[in-house]
């Protein structure tokens, strides 16, 4: 097997937040390519990307370049931005998806990034100690920790086990980076610290939101369903009958009832996990919860 048809193999096999790291991986990676030859052909660097994918502050180059709330989210400055930010959305999407859906990580991953950006925006054209300066945005951070706070605000008690050496509660860990971002703005990147509040305050909505029943990122899943469906062929084929099974169990379709008895049985899951926390859970509990999450 090719290295090509190995890494598709992986990358059809893994989960949604698992694809979203090997896109960024990718793109860092041709990047980075792309950016080294230019520099050993022209001995200067290559901007192309930074100017057409990273987010700018000013609104007169913003407003020709609308992807960019997007695209930034996709860009990493340095190795190390990137690691750090994989790293986290690796453990941290794990730990979301025992608790919500893959369409609704997709939901928190994206919309936190698009609010995430829209703060550094307004940030840099409003607030007095930044208007005068410019800046632009690069990183998945915003996306990353509104799927954080979304888990946390789920579920504040879950408990982590670091190193297999101490216990930390999933709401503590949540609470230093929020206090580190805050701490740094006076001193460095106080746009980008700030975008990284902006997708936290919008996971924690979110998820407020869902408890009450109210999915506020269904209207972004609609649109991703329709512009996906651009880029999906057509299929032709014969036209067949299709005789849908009537009958019911206690009112519900066999299909409804079904999907009622999983619910059911998630729900008791999670409020295990409220209670006593994920490392309670059994072994065949805990695989129920990887499988329907994704």
Same mark, same amino acid.
């Not at 990047?31 to 987010?55: G, R």
């Not at 014969?238 to 079904?258: A, C, R």
């Given at each position: 097997?090719?290295?090509?048809?190995?890494?598709?193999?992986?990358?059809?096999?893994?989960?949604?937040?698992?694809?979203?790291?090997?896109?960024?991986?990718?793109?860092?990676?041709?990047?980075?390519?792309?950016?080294?030859?230019?520099?050993?052909?022209?001995?200067?660097?290559?901007?192309?990307?930074?100017?057409?994918?990273?987010?700018?502050?000013?609104?007169?180059?913003?407003?020709?370049? %609308?992807?960019?709330?997007?695209?930034?989210?996709?860009?990493?400055?340095?190795?190390?931005?990137?690691?750090?930010?994989?790293?986290?959305?690796? #453990?941290?999407?794990?730990?979301?998806?025992?608790?919500?859906?893959?369409?609704?990580?997709?939901? #928190?991953?994206?919309?936190?990034?698009?609010?995430?950006?829209?703060?550094?925006?307004?940030? #840099?054209?409003?607030? %007095?100690?930044?208007?005068?300066?410019?800046?632009?945005?690069?990183?998945?951070?915003?996306?990353?920790?509104?799927?954080?706070?979304?888990?946390?605000?789920?579920?504040?008690?879950?408990?982590?086990?670091?190193?297999?050496?101490?216990?930390?509660?999933?709401?503590?860990?949540?609470?230093?980076?929020?206090?580190?971002?805050?701490?740094?703005? %006076?001193?460095?990147?106080?746009?980008?610290?700030?975008?990284?509040?902006?997708?936290?305050?919008?996971?924690?909505?979110?998820?407020?939101?869902?408890?009450?029943?109210?999915?506020?990122?269904?209207?972004?899943?609609?649109?991703?369903?329709?512009?996906?469906?651009?880029?999906? %062929?057509?299929? $032709?084929?014969?036209?067949?009958?299709? #005789?849908?099974?009537?009958?019911?169990?206690?009112?519900?379709?066999?299909?409804?009832?079904?999907?009622?008895?999983?619910?059911?049985?998630?729900?008791?899951?999670?409020? $295990?996990?409220?209670?006593?926390?994920?490392?309670?859970?059994?072994?065949?509990?805990?695989?129920?919860?990887?499988?329907?999450?994704?």
């Amino acid at each position: 097997m090719s290295l090509l048809s190995d890494l598709k193999y992986k990358y059809n096999l893994a989960s949604v937040h698992e694809k979203i790291i090997f896109v960024n991986i990718g793109v860092f990676a041709v990047v980075a390519l792309l950016n080294t030859v230019y520099f050993l052909a022209t001995k200067s660097h290559l901007l192309l990307f930074q100017d057409y994918l990273a987010l700018p502050e000013d609104l007169n180059q913003l407003i020709f370049k %609308p992807w960019t709330f997007l695209t930034y989210a996709f860009m990493h400055t340095s190795f190390w931005h990137l690691l750090g930010n994989m790293i986290a959305l690796y #453990y941290f999407g794990r730990i979301f998806l025992t608790f919500f859906s893959v369409k609704q990580l997709i939901n #928190y991953y994206f919309v936190g990034g698009l609010v995430g950006g829209l703060v550094f925006v307004v940030s #840099y054209n409003l607030l %007095p100690a930044l208007v005068d300066e410019s800046a632009i945005l690069l990183g998945a951070s915003a996306s990353v920790f509104s799927v954080l706070v979304g888990a946390t605000t789920k579920s504040p008690n879950y408990v982590l086990n670091l190193f297999g050496v101490f216990q930390l509660k999933l709401w503590v860990l949540t609470v230093l980076y929020l206090i580190s971002f805050i701490a740094l703005i %006076p001193y460095a990147n106080a746009g980008g610290e700030l975008s990284h509040l902006g997708g936290a305050v919008f996971g924690y909505i979110y998820t407020k939101q869902l408890v009450k029943g109210n999915d506020i990122g269904k209207g972004f899943e609609r649109l991703l369903v329709t512009i996906t469906s651009w880029f999906k %062929p057509r299929k $032709k084929g014969n036209l067949k009958t299709v #005789y849908k099974d009537k009958s019911k169990v206690g009112g519900y379709t066999k299909g409804e009832f079904s999907e009622f008895n999983n619910q059911k049985k998630i729900d008791v899951i999670l409020d $295990k996990i409220s209670k006593s926390g994920y490392e309670s859970l059994s072994a065949a509990e805990k695989e129920y919860l990887f499988k329907a999450g994704k």
